[in-house]
T-cell receptor, first 111, second 115 residues
């Protein structure tokens, strides 16, 4: 069935360290993978996305990698800052244009 | 501010009732998406409309329905409400549904509490 698994569910890192969040998806025909950051009580905000014809994309301290063979994609945040603390969601778009989300990772950056 | 507006911000109602949530997309966006976010289910995709037509359907219950009007605003109707329908309902919009047009911008959400 449709499924996006996300790990870990919680992550604590020291300020300045890197954070990595991983997601796997079940439909090999999925073609678009966005990542969202959601602060407490606020709306999800897109931070980076990647399409199935690209293996890696970087935007300043944030990068996403996609392994289509293994059906997984990862979010990498380098030089973490306290303001990076939030819940991060991955998502995958199925061929029928439905979106399926991971269960979220609560990231805490310790000053 | 994403440019997507949702009303009302909060809604308290009783089981068995019917409510309507409203969403206005960003200027120029043709696609509207509806999501449900609850503590135990995370973010669930409900339905997408593109330029007035249903484009994709997710885990939307039969008690729920939606539509997109000619001015592109959308409404999500929830009927025969149950306690488990209590959640945060988000609307998002994007320019279109084609590649490179699918970046979604979320509204502030409507918090629904069913008592």
């Amino acid at each position: 069935g449709e499924n996006v698994e996300q790990h870990p569910s919680t992550l604590s890192v020291q300020e300045g360290d890197s954070a990595v969040i991983k997601c796997t998806y079940s439909d090999s025909a999925s073609n678009y993978f966005p990542w969202y950051k959601q602060e407490l009580g606020k709306r999800p905000q897109l931070i980076i996305d990647i399409r199935s014809n690209v293996g890696e994309k970087k935007d300043q301290r944030i990068a996403v990698t996609l392994n289509k063979t293994a059906k997984h994609f990862s979010l990498h945040i380098t030089e973490t800052q306290p303001e990076d603390s939030a819940v991060y969601f991955c998502a995958a778009r199925w061929p029928g244009n439905q979106f399926y989300f991971g269960t979220g990772t609560s990231l805490t950056v310790i000053p | 501010d994403s440019g997507v507006t949702q009303t009302p911000k909060h809604l308290i109602t009783a089981t068995g009732q019917r409510v309507t949530l409203r969403c206005s997309p960003r200027s120029g966006d043709l696609s509207v998406y509806w999501y449900q976010q609850s503590l135990d289910q995370g973010l669930q995709f409900l339905i997408q409309y593109y330029n007035g037509e249903e484009r994709a359907k997710g885990n939307i219950l039969e008690r729920f329905s939606a539509q997109q009007f000619p001015d592109l605003h959308s409404e999500l109707n929830l009927s025969s409400l149950e306690l488990g329908d209590s959640a945060l309902y988000f609307c998002a919009s994007s320019v279109g549904g084609l590649p490179y047009q699918e970046t979604q911008y979320f509204g502030p959400g409507t918090r629904l509490l069913v008592l």
